[in-house]
């Protein structure tokens, strides 16, 4: 006989001990940033794909790793 199978609680209960997975690195929304400033046709799309994206555009602005 298999054991019953518990029901997930939905919502997930809060908690600010848990990062969130899918939270990116500064350095990470750095290159992000960087990224679609590059592939951007004007500061127009850029600032709307930013935007989209959740990132803002001081993010960028960070300092890279050392080469």
């Known amino acids: 006989m298999k054991p019953a199978r518990q029901a997930a ?3 997930p209960p809060e908690s600010d001990s848990l990062p ?3 939270g990116l690195t500064p ?3 750095r290159r992000c940033v960087r ?3 590059s592939r ?3 500061a127009e799309d850029c600032a ?3 935007d989209v994206l959740g ?3 001081a993010d960028g602005l ?3 790793p050392a080469r």
Request: charged share 35%; proline share 12%; no cysteine.
């Open 9 to 11: 609680k939905w919502p």
């Open 20 to 22: 969130d997975p899918f």
């Open 27 to 29: 350095e990470q929304r």
């Open 48 to 50: 709307r794909l930013l």
């Open 62 to 64: 960070g300092e890279g």
């Open 40 to 42: 951007s046709t004007d």
């Open 35 to 37: 990224t679609v400033a």
């Open 55 to 57: 990132l803002d555009p």
